[in-house]
T-cell receptor, first 110, second 114 residues
Framework: DAKTTQPNSMESNEEEPVHLPCNHS???????IHWYRQLPSQGPEYVIH???SNVNNRMASLAIAEDRKSSTLILHRATLRDAAVYYC???????????FGTGTLLAVQP | NAGVMQNPRHLVRRRGQEARLRCSPM?????VYWYRQLPEEGLKFMVY????????ESGMPKERFSAEFPKEGPSILRIQQVVRGDSAAYFC????????????FGQGTRLTVV
């Protein structure tokens, strides 16, 4: 399974944009890029996913580099409720199983 | 449409007892996944099931752990003769199809072995 690299932690201020980076230099041509987040004491929650083009939904935007070796999850206006561990995951693939890394712990300051 | 339902939310078992964790997927979802999160660690894939079939059990411990997803009823993760190292949060996820789609997670069952 292809590996992703994320910073262990990041901080943001409330109502400011947050850019969460992810490196995935060994990504294959068919790997999708998935983002999930896990709030304290809760199950993971889907955020967004994409293959090549940038993607937007009500929660976030996903910017994918042209060579697909990195991507950035963008939260446009962070709120206190966005404090969570954010996981960047490759594949899904034929079985849609998710291989979680250690993720980025996002702290949001009021 | 109710989300993925897991029960119980909290389960305490003594060493040597059996633990049965239940997962009802979202309506219309026939793909179920189980993940385990040990204290202070990340989530680890355990098993992927479709109705009545185990498709991928590459993350399941070789002994004491089993999973099923019968034609009727919830998916069950069974842990026999529990040990303290089995204490963890167990999450179930479901999806409507198999490839590159959103997975919906339950709130988890927190197993404590005393």
């Amino acid at each position: 399974d292809a590996k992703t690299t994320q910073p262990n932690s990041m901080e943001s201020n409330e109502e400011e944009p947050v850019h969460l980076p992810c490196n995935h230099s060994t990504i294959s041509g068919t790997d999708y890029i998935h983002w999930y987040r896990q709030l304290p004491s809760q199950g993971p929650e889907y955020v967004i996913h994409g293959l090549t083009s940038n993607v937007n939904n009500r929660m976030a935007s996903l910017a994918i580099a042209e060579d697909r070796k990195s991507s950035t999850l963008i939260l446009h206006r962070a709120t206190l409720r966005d404090a969570a561990v954010y996981y960047c995951i490759l594949g899904g693939g034929a079985t849609n199983k998710l291989i979680f890394g250690t993720g980025t712990l996002l702290a949001v300051q009021p | 449409n109710a989300g993925v339902m897991q029960n119980p939310r909290h389960l305490v078992r003594r060493r040597g007892q059996e633990a049965r964790l239940r997962c009802s997927p979202m309506k219309g979802h026939s793909h179920v996944y189980w993940y385990r999160q040990l204290p202070e660690e990340g989530l680890k894939f355990m098993v992927y099931l479709q109705k009545e079939n185990i498709i991928d059990e590459s993350g399941m411990p070789k002994e004491r752990f089993s999973a099923e997803f019968p034609k009727e009823g919830p998916s069950i993760l069974r842990i026999q003769q529990v040990v303290r190292g089995d204490s963890a949060a167990y999450f179930c996820a479901s999806s409507p199809r198999v490839s590159n789609t959103e997975a919906f997670f339950g709130q988890g069952t927190r197993l404590t072995v005393v």
